[in-house]
């Protein structure tokens, strides 16, 4: 199911500008970075609490 949604997404991203497939990859990457933070932080404190 992820894997269709990627293929989707990008497929999408083939059909515009240059310019636009930069700026939606960039808030794309910001968004997954700021995801991985969260759930990093969510693992931690599951780690923290278990002890």
Not at 10 to 37: S, V
Request: proline fraction near 4%; charged fraction near 35%; avoid cysteine.
């Amino acid at each position: 199911m992820v894997n269709e949604k990627l293929k989707q997404f990008i497929q999408k991203l083939h059909t515009l500008p240059p310019q636009k497939r930069l700026l939606i990859l960039r808030k794309t990457i910001i968004e997954y970075k700021e995801l991985l933070k969260h759930l990093e932080q969510e693992w931690k404190n599951l780690d923290l609490g278990e002890e």
